[in-house]
């Protein structure tokens, strides 16, 4: 199975921005969307972001206009931007591929992203 290393998270005031990186040890092309994923303690894991191979994009309501993902297929590469962070965005992030099932799928470790008031 292909597995991937987030990283880039941090602690930040709210209205900064971070950068998130997605590294899979092997072909994502294979996968048609993939996506950006968050957790925050005591809740569901939710999609925040996907795109397709093509570079079609969705976004949660919740970070339209505030965050960007993209994907290199060719270095096997994903990429969060986030941008006027808020508290409410503090979360593990992790990177997948779109329709990935908690306890059923492969999961990363995450990077955490910590935002202050």
């Known amino acids: 199975q292909v597995q991937v290393v987030e990283s880039g998270g941090g602690l930040v005031q709210a209205g900064g921005s971070l950068r998130l990186s997605c590294a899979a040890d092997g072909d994502i092309s294979r996968f048609n969307t993939m996506g950006w994923f968050r957790q925050a303690p005591g809740k569901k894991r939710e999609l925040v972001a996907s795109i397709t191979s093509g570079g079609n994009t969705n976004y949660a309501d919740s970070v339209k206009g505030r965050f960007t993902i993209s994907r290199d297929n060719a270095k096997n590469t994903m990429t969060l931007q986030m941008n006027s962070l808020k508290p409410e965005d503090t979360a593990k992030y992790y990177c997948?591929?779109?329709?990935?099932?908690?306890?059923?799928?492969?999961w990363g470790k995450g990077t955490q992203v910590t935002v202050s008031t």
């Open positions: 997948n591929e779109g329709h990935a099932r908690d306890g059923i799928d492969y």
